[in-house]
């Protein structure tokens, strides 16, 4: 039988101290019964001799110093999981919200370990998304993790969702496919808007939820992503499926972290972000890849708002510096009209270089993104130009830049929400719009591609 | 056994205990029933606070902590070539053949292989004096690396005891060696305490080049063999793939690659692809020439802070053998970070930004661990840090770089706006800068060219000037620059294109001898000359920008070959056939166009 405690000495924000414990172990489950029947869970965060210090996840409302009991579980916290999680969701400590039961024999550690660097496989393939933006110049690789920085207000989710229907993450028509999505402080309708998107594209038996949603305790935010890893690990290494997860939003993540963290009085670091900031966000980030001589994959696509559309704020920051790469959302674009408001030059895929090209996309493919940077990067600082001097008095090459950027964002950057472009056709309209600048400007790609797919 | 402290306070990966008095300060310790390894950074009145380089998660207080009796060390030895190990020397290739796929807590001290066998050449015989560092034998490696044996930095004496050559594990006795007070056993590989520098006889004066092979560093801000650089950069400007360029091409022995806190991809993709990757200079594999240490962003913190230290420790155990070691340390952001972390779980006082007081004394420290040197055997050796820093918000002005920047010779600055329009390596040529160029003078006359270092200067004189002319075309434009000026501009693109730029995936690009760059810098200072010398007469910059022949420069990058230095000057034919007739129909008068500067 297990020992229950009651000598609880302060209960603080999230927190339970407890006094005379004598057996707890660092990041233990523990049950807390409150007024002899509602029963919570929370988890060790600090032991200092016989004082415990426990975070509450279901938060401290309604405690008191003598209506609570405390047990301590032995473990750490840890959830059920089986293919039968498949079409279901969950809360943000794994249970059931639909009511029924899970059947299953085995319990999965939701902090999961570092994976070995050796047991890697390093990702090489290249997923469509039918987003021209993404597909041609911030290729998304199977295994990869790739994080939209969004802004309040900016179709972030619109977009996840079009990943999400056009994405071809199975070579071929693999059913092998499922797709974990985790929900961190989003609004109620946020998540009907995700639900129904997975209906209407028919993926819904594909789809796990772990929601943790706005007015849901915020402790249990810091587990729901670990829950939905889990998951996704559990279905790509044990099941062989190919797993695409959304991690939405990650500043409601990092929030909660941050209102933790200055409950138990930690040296804040920037913006009162703890220290350790990146380091919690690597261990989310970095469950993502694939593993030797295992069939399936993680790629991720976590969403974030950036504060005041500030991308040094430190939760973007930190995320770019553990990410593969970012895609970036402009409120310009947006403002202008243009959907998906991606705005190329910041935005990256970091193994894009080793999925594209020959025998990976097409011949063509590197050099003409390039070429593409380097010419909207130019309309960039043309743009500027012609605001100070008038667009008139541009040399003709400078006004033939102002033409390209207009028609790229046109043509290329905008789509349609439905709208689904093979690689193909994408990499086909970047030759198109080059067509638009003098030929000597050209100094990134090969003459020969030049005739074959310019002149062609 | 008194000698046994108990864990009262577990926070994270900082433990105290108490009952401590017999252990001693930086001692290493395995804490708990599980072992995990930890390392004492306080001892105060019997209580130690104890950074745990494992998770913590089931530990409990109550549960025991065990001396080790020695500081952090590492085994030294054969068998660290071509591996991979963690930030304490724990070898990744051995854990994951044993199932690990993930990285368990709890599974001991493991290091080098200790049971491998090992084909041995002893060079001593009995009755010799040995000193201490001297090299008594040596073991192939690798295919490319000797390993020299050497006698421990803190023992010698007269050789009693000689093996024989032939296959011996690492715990085989070797020699034993009679220092008049103690018989000692000396075995293939040797312990150091990762945190104390191994010893030299001296330190020599920077003289030659760490030749990488990118053009923007070996021409513009050249590493030093035996010297130091960073290379700072908010996420994404490319200081990973910097240091896999340099990992990859550059002209020293051995790479120790320290990934600290960064992605475990990253790992996985040099071990993926250096054991396919050539090593120019003798066709083998770079893999053979390569350790790499990994904790990555998710591994244990504490960890990431030992990391570095593993990796200087295992450099200089290389340098001592009479190598040149290049070390790249990705990212040491992480590793102050590291510091940071644990500092703020001892509730030390903060000085800036949250760092520790002592940070700008670490970075120095470590920086300090560089360096060309006579080696304790009398070889010479050396170690180049390059670090990669990763200030947040990408601002240079945070402790971390501002740091860094002051200790280390060579200042590689990253640039966003560079990045952004795919201007790789992203290396700001305003910003950067380097100490070395005095120092490596004769170096490159000898191995270059005498004219080498005033076509450097040139050149940047050229972009510098740029740098202030864009200042003036962004307020009004670039057609009302006068044509000399207009022609630094052109120059300056021929430059960043053609020479600045610099392609990893090209076949002939991605390294680049400095023979083909001094070449290269040839034609476009005689594209320059010519070109000024006309734009002097009056012929207009629009013929002067004759685009067949600048994209022919701007792609002879892509085109020559390494061998093939007759081209550079069928280039520079091609420029005087241009030029020559155009500025002497311009010396007759002949055809005249407006001079764009009058008209405005
Ligand atoms: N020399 C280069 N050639 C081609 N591409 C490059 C080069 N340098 C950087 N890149 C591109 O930029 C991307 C980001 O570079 P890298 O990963 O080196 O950045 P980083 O500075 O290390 O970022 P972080 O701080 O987040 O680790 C690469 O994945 C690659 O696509
Ligand atoms: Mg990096």
């Known amino acids: 039988m297990k020992i229950k405690y009651l000598n609880i000495k302060k209960i603080e924000g999230p927190l339970i101290i407890l ?62 999981l089986s293919k039968d999680i498949l079409g279901r969701v969950f809360n943000g400590i794994g249970e059931p919200l639909d009511g029924a039961p899970l059947f299953s024999g085995k319990k999965y550690d939701i902090h999961g370990r570092a994976m070995n660097p050796v047991a890697r496989l390093y990702p090489r393939n290249f997923i469509q998304t039918g987003i021209s933006a993404i597909d041609g110049l911030t290729t998304l690789i199977r295994g990869q993790k790739l994080p939209i920085f969004s802004g309040d207000g900016l179709p972030h989710n619109e977009l996840a969702a079009q990943i999400v229907r056009q994405a071809q993450i199975t070579e071929g028509e693999g059913e092998n496919f499922a797709i974990v999505f985790a929900a961190m402080g989003i609004k109620h309708g946020e998540a009907d808007f995700f ?48 797993v695409l997860v959304i991690l939405t939003n990650i500043t409601s993540y990092c929030e909660a972290l941050r209102e933790i963290s200055a409950s138990r009085e930690e040296v804040p670091s920037r913006k009162g972000y703890p220290g ?151 990499l086909d309209i970047m030759w198109e719009l080059l067509k638009i600048l003098p030929k000597s400007e050209l100094t990134r790609v090969k003459p020969e591609h030049i005739e074959k797919y310019m002149e062609a | 056994m008194s000698n046994v402290g108990k864990i009262i306070m577990i926070n994270g990966p900082v433990v105290k205990a108490e009952n401590m008095e017999g252990f001693t300060m930086r001692e290493m310790v395995l804490v708990g029933e599980k072992k995990l390894i930890g390392e004492i950074i306080s001892i105060n009145e019997g209580i130690a606070t104890i950074q745990v380089y494992e998770e913590t998660v089931g530990l409990k207080a109550g549960e025991a902590i065990y001396p080790t009796n020695k500081p952090l060390s590492v085994k030294l030895g054969p068998g660290i070539i071509g591996n991979i190990f963690d930030g304490i020397e724990r070898p990744l290739m051995d854990i994951f053949d044993k199932g690990g796929d993930y990285i368990p807590e709890g599974i001991g001290l493991t290091s080098i292989d200790l049971h491998r066998k090992w084909k041995v050449k002893i060079n001593v015989p009995v009755g010799q004096e040995l000193k201490a560092g001297a090299i008594f034998g040596e073991v192939q490696e ?87 650089a960073a290379i700072p950069g908010g996420f994404g400007t490319g200081k990973t793939s910097a240091q896999h360029q340099l990992a990859k091409w550059s002209d020293a022995d051995i790479i120790v690659y320290v990934g600290c806190g960064e992605r475990g991809n990253e790992m996985t993709e040099v071990l993926e692809d250096f054991p396919k990757l050539k090593d120019p200079r003798n066709g083998q594999p770079l893999m053979n020439r390569t350790v790499l240490i990994a904790n990555t962003s998710n591994m244990p913190v504490a960890a990431r802070e030992a990391s570095i230290y593993t990796g200087i420790t295992i450099a200089e155990y290389y340098r001592d053998m009479g190598y040149n070691i290049a070390l790249m340390a990705d990212s040491t952001s992480r590793w102050a970070e590291a510091l940071r972390e644990i ?45 990669a820093v990763s200030p947040p918000g990408g601002d240079f002005s945070e402790p971390v770089t501002q740091n860094t920047k002051r200790v280390v010779g060579t200042f590689l600055a990253l640039d966003r706006a ?126 002067i920008r004759e685009e067949k022949l600048f994209y022919d420069i701007i792609s002879m990058k892509y085109n020559v070959p390494e061998d093939d230095e007759a081209a550079f000057d069928r280039y520079i034919e091609q420029i005087d056939i241009y030029f020559d007739p155009l500025v002497s129909q311009y010396d007759k008068g002949g055809i005249r166009y407006e001079d764009k500067v009058s008209e405005h």
């Open chain 2, 142 to 228: 690798s295919p490319v690396v000797r390993h020299k044996l050497m006698i421990p930095p803190d023992k010698w004496g007269k050789v009693i005891f000689a093996e024989k050559d032939g296959e011996y594990d690492l715990e085989h006795v070797l020699l034993i060696l009679d220092d008049g007070v103690n018989k000692n056993e000396i075995k293939m590989y040797q312990e150091w305490p990762v945190r104390i520098p191994r010893p030299v006889t001296k330190r020599n004066p920077i003289s030659k080049l760490l030749v990488t092979g990118q053009r923007v560093i070996d021409t513009f801000f050249p590493l030093a063999k035996g010297g130091t």
């Open chain 2, 418 to 543: 560079l990045a952004y329009s795919r201007h790789y390596p992203a290396i700001n040529w305003i910003n950067s800068y380097t100490g070395y160029v005095d120092d490596l003078r004769d170096w490159y006359r000898g191995n270059v060219s005498e004219h080498m270092l005033e076509l450097r200067e040139k050149m940047l004189g050229i972009l510098g000037e740029e740098h202030k002319l864009m200042e003036i075309v962004k307020l009004v434009g670039e057609d009302i620059l006068p044509d000399d000026q207009r022609l630094i501009l052109e120059i300056s693109k021929v430059l960043k294109t053609g020479y600045l730029q610099q392609n990893s995936f090209h076949e002939l690009d991605a390294n680049v001898s400095l023979k083909k760059q001094y070449n290269m810098l040839r034609v476009i200072d005689r594209l320059y000359e010519k070109a000024l010398a006309a734009v002097k007469k009056g012929v207009p910059i629009s013929l």
């Open chain 2, 343 to 387: 500092s703020g779980r001892l509730e030390e006082m903060p000085a800036e930004e949250g760092y520790p007081a002592y940070l700008p004394s670490r970075i120095g420290q470590f920086y300090e661990r560089a360096g060309d040197v006579k080696t304790l055997s009398g070889e010479e050796g050396s170690i180049t840090i390059i670090g």
């Open chain 1, 195 to 242: 639900r129904r998107s997975f209906q209407q594209s028919g993926v819904l038996k594909k789809v796990v939820m772990y929601q943790n949603l706005a007015d849901d305790p915020i402790i249990e935010r810091i587990t729901t992503p670990r829950c939905a890893l889990t998951a996704a690990e559990y279905l790509a290494f044990e099941e062989d499926m190919h």
């Open chain 1, 19 to 80: 006094d005379g414990v004598k057996d707890a172990s660092f990041d233990e489950m523990v049950e807390i019964e409150v007024e002899g029947q509602e029963v919570r869970k929370g988890k060790v965060v600090q032991i200092d001799r016989n004082r415990a210090i426990i975070q509450v996840f279901e938060g401290t409302t309604g405690m008191s110093l003598n209506n609570t009991r405390i047990s301590f579980a032995g473990r750490p916290l840890e959830i059920p």
């Open chain 1, 276 to 426: 350790y900031l990146y380091s919690d966000l690597a261990t989310l980030y970095e469950r993502a890849g694939m593993i030797k001589g295992k069939k399936g994959s993680i790629t991720q696509i976590p969403i974030l708002t950036m504060p005041n559309d500030d991308i040094t704020h430190p939760v973007p920051d930190l995320t770019g510096y553990i990410t593969e790469g970012q895609i970036i959302l402009s409120r310009d674009l947006h403002q202008r009209g243009i959907y998906p408001p991606i705005n190329v030059l910041p935005s990256l895929s970091r193994l894009m270089k080793d999925g594209i090209g020959e025998g990976f996309t097409r011949e063509d493919h590197p050099d003409v993104s390039s070429q593409v940077f380097s010419a909207y990067s130019r309309v960039q600082e043309i743009r500027s130009l012609a605001q100070v001097i008038g667009e008139d008095e541009l040399s003709d090459t400078d006004k033939k830049y102002l033409e390209f950027g207009n028609e790229f964002e046109k043509q290329f950057v905008r789509q349609n929400y439905d709208e689904n472009r093979n690689l193909m056709d994408t």
